[in-house]
């Protein structure tokens, strides 16, 4: 029965699609031919690419897509027909009947999206209408009709990709096909040409003549006549290559359609990377972050060079920017995270779909606000409670203190460091307290939303259901743990506070214990942004992450987190004791060194595969082709920071076989690991530029969006300031016999001046870089995402 049903198909169309042949049909074997020619007819018109919503003009045939134009029966007799006067299609599509309840969920799932009931009058079943059930707005890159049974409206052209599925919208009272009836909207979507295997005519495709990147944010297949491949997903552009698709027809030529989800609107102020919430907190905390560090670098560089260690201030910032600034890089990961998410489940559309909710951006928007409040509280907090402390100096002593002496001077004053009895301390530290619970709660409600997110339920329908892809669910294991272990580390510093001001010990052993484990933490903020650019470049790309690649994303996660458990229970498992030294210098003697060092082997086997799986993720980014800029971008920076981390690693392993020595080497790289901490956070900004440029694709140039070029000199000088801000800092390193653990510059000054100001020099290039890329993100538009007038565009 179904090869006749087939067959009838054929011969039905082939007819010129006569409406007498929906009769024979219904006598020859009822319904389920007629739904099947219904169906089938449906798909072949959409393929001609004809515009359903008028009568074609005489003579007319620039409907037709060029893939039919002179091929094939149907478009032979499509194009006579035009010539001859035109076809009334939306006449014929009406008489034809396609009845709404015809429509299976087998033959939607079978039309990939190209015939559907996209939305319905009233959300809920009324006035005899059962399959009210949907939505009143429809989503539609087509045409739209309105109606129920056999009883229909005109097409109308979805503008937008969006309209109100109501009476008012077709036409008013005079348009209501069927009044005191509920009724509902149905999707007529229309795929079209939008790149070519070739540049030029050639192995029989004529039509070859189009670009090989078909900008598309919906789906796309590749094929020719009817040879053609599954649809597949495409969020902006995907290179119209047999690699990506397949190869449907081998030895012929093959160009590229798109179904777009929405007709795009990139004039739109909301057409946003990742909408106006979030992109806001994005901004939000690089602007925090970026500021903390600004003061604390002209701060510190007063004290150089007016000759004055560290005063208040100064130890309040570094204080901030130790533990606090560093929480930037994550929070930045968990809002790129919770886009792409939106963005994958709304099939590149999530404005369309209101994605994230309102509920996930506000929870997003609320982290980056505690966080800059907890910027400036933490900050006033150690400022009042140092200067309480250094009160019984005179004058400017406190600053002239030589660091022997200031170091010993605050760990005696450190039971009374947390417990001024001022009115100033006790406000700042609510207020710290406060921004801090805010924030905890906001991050770990962005993370749940995230995972729980879900498609809407028309894409559920007709792409199935989407599955968590890896580099979102490394993301959010990476972000619970780290600030898990934060937030922990937080309420044992808070407790310690307490028996310090009960008379006991400065720190305790949990304390110490979780400090280790959040330094063991440092990669995961890198890696987040890493595997959430990977993503993105990945889907401008048109293609999926490798199933290699996504295991060793996993291996990566997985190597670091066994390394956080050894640095935990290592110390418990050697009967280790903590000991602290006069100036404060906190240090563990293991009992059971055997244990000690079973653990120890764990760990440098977890850093071994860690940077391998590093260098697997550094090879995949670098080979993708889409914005080459950009990955190669995060590509260096990820190479400098990781690099940094691994020298630094290699010289403590060193010195724990050697029992001693490679002391100078260890404080040298500790500075430079203290000055690539910029690197997390220089990567987020940049994907977050590259991503609000992507939006305006196809751009003025009808390319792929991009920043625009000054902004990419910006990325470029930036990643330049910072190299140099490391050259400086080693060549500092190896000049002086003593240097600080500080965020990169030396505490004495001893340093010869011209290291000195090259290092200020690139430092002020750095910020003022960072600056240039942050007021791109609020200028950027489908004019300007060209890129154009870039001196070092890749």
């Avoid at 149907?74 to 014929?92: F, I, R, S």
């Avoid at 595969?609 to 889409?626: A, N």
């Amino acid at each position: 029965m179904s090869l006749i049903c087939k067959t009838l198909v054929r011969t039905f169309i082939a007819a010129r699609l006569a409406v007498a042949a929906l009769g024979h049909l219904d006598a020859v074997c009822g319904e389920r031919c007629t739904a099947e020619v219904e169906h089938q007819g449906t798909l072949l018109l959409l393929q001609t690419g004809v515009d359903v919503s008028r009568p074609a003009a005489a003579g007319a045939t620039k409907n037709i897509s060029p893939m039919h134009k002179g091929s094939g029966k149907l478009g032979h007799e499509l194009q006579a027909n035009q010539k001859a006067g035109g076809v009334n299609l939306t006449g014929m599509l009406t008489n034809i009947g396609m009845k709404q309840g015809q429509v299976t969920n087998e033959m939607i799932n079978k039309s990939r999206g190209n015939y559907f009931q996209c939305a319905s009058q009233y959300s809920e079943p009324t006035l005899d209408c059962e399959t009210c059930t949907m939505p009143t707005t429809c989503q539609c890159s087509g045409y739209v009709k309105f109606g129920y049974g056999d009883r229909w409206t005109d097409y109308k052209l979805a503008t937008n990709g969006v309209v109100e599925c109501d009476v008012s919208s077709f036409g008013g009272s005079s348009g209501d096909p069927w009044e005191g009836h509920g009724k509902v909207c149905m999707c007529m979507e229309q795929a079209t040409p939008c790149a070519s295997e070739y540049d030029h005519p050639a192995y029989g495709c004529e039509e070859c003549t189009m670009s090989p990147t078909c900008m598309c944010n919906g789906q796309a297949r590749m094929g020719y006549g009817e040879v053609w491949t599954p649809w597949r997903p495409v969020d902006g552009s995907v290179q119209c290559t047999t690699e990506i698709f397949g190869d449907p027809w081998a030895g012929h030529g093959k160009i590229c359609e798109c179904l777009p989800t929405v007709w795009p609107n990139f004039t739109s102020a909301e057409a946003t990377f990742m909408g106006a919430r979030l992109m806001r907190a994005i901004i939000t905390v690089t602007l925090g972050y970026f500021i903390a560090y600004a003061l604390l670098a002209v701060v510190r560089s007063q004290s150089q060079l007016t000759g004055y260690y560290p005063g208040p201030i100064e130890r309040a910032l570094e204080s901030t920017a130790e533990s606090v600034a560093y929480l930037a890089p994550m929070l930045i990961a968990i809002y790129f995270a919770v886009s792409k998410r939106a963005q994958t489940l709304a099939a590149g559309n999530p404005e369309v779909h209101e994605m994230p909710a309102e509920w996930l951006q506000y929870a997003c928007g609320f982290s980056a606000g505690a966080y800059c409040c907890l910027l400036v509280c933490h900050t006033a907090f150690e400022w009042a409670c140092l200067e309480s402390s250094t009160t019984a100096l005179p004058g400017s002593q406190a600053n002239l203190m030589p660091p022997s002496v200031r170091s010993l001077s605050a760990h005696q004053h450190n039971q009374q460091h947390h417990f001024a009895q001022g009115n100033t301390v006790r406000v700042w530290r609510a207020f710290r307290d406060a921004s801090t619970i805010v924030m905890y709660v906001a991050v770990a409600v962005s993370i749940i939303g995230t995972l729980c997110m879900q498609e809407p339920e028309d894409i559920k329908i007709r792409l199935g259901k989407t599955p968590v892809r890896a580099t979102t669910v490394c993301t959010m294991i990476l972000a619970s743990v780290y600030f898990i272990l934060y937030s922990v580390l937080y309420a044992l510093r808070s407790n310690s506070a307490v028996v310090r001001a009960e008379g006991g010990p400065t720190t305790s052993f949990a304390t110490e214990v979780l400090k280790l484990a959040t330094t063991a933490m440092n990669f995961a903020p890198m890696l987040c942004v890493l595997f959430m650019g990977a993503q993105y470049a990945a889907d401008w790309d048109g293609i999926e992450l490798s199933p290699y690649m996504s295991a060793w994303m996993y291996v990566c996660l997985a190597a670091l987190l066994v390394q956080v458990v050894c640095v935990i229970i290592a110390p418990y498992a050697s009967k280790a004791e903590l000991q602290v030294s006069p100036r404060g210098d906190v240090d563990f003697k293991a009992f059971h060194q055997e244990v000690f060092v079973v653990f120890s082997i764990l760990r440098w086997m977890a850093m071994v595969v860690l940077f391998v799986g590093i260098g697997v993720t550094f090879s995949s980014l670098w080979r993708l082709k889409t914005v080459p800029l950009m990955t190669r971008m995060l590509f260096r920076l990820a190479v400098v920071y990781f690099v940094a981390y691994l020298l630094l690693w290699a010289a403590i392993t060193a010195r724990q076989l050697n029992e001693g020595g490679f002391l100078r080497a260890i404080r040298t790289l500790t500075l430079a690991k203290n000055t690539v901490v910029f690197c997390p956070m220089l990567s987020g900004l940049f994907l977050a530029a590259f991503a609000c440029a992507h939006r305006y694709s196809p751009n003025a140039l009808g390319e792929v969006g991009v920043p625009q070029g000054y902004v990419q000199d910006c990325m470029w000088v930036a990643v330049v300031a910072l190299a140099v801000q490391l050259l400086m800092v080693v060549a500092a390193g190896t000049a002086s016999n003593w240097m600080s653990n500080g965020q990169g510059a030396s505490e004495k000054p001893g340093i010869p001046v011209i290291l000195l100001a090259g290092f200020h020099l690139a430092m002020l290039v750095l910020y003022v870089s960072v600056v240039a890329v942050i007021v791109g993100l609020f200028t950027v538009d489908s004019l300007n995402a060209t890129g154009e007038g870039a001196w070092f565009a890749a």
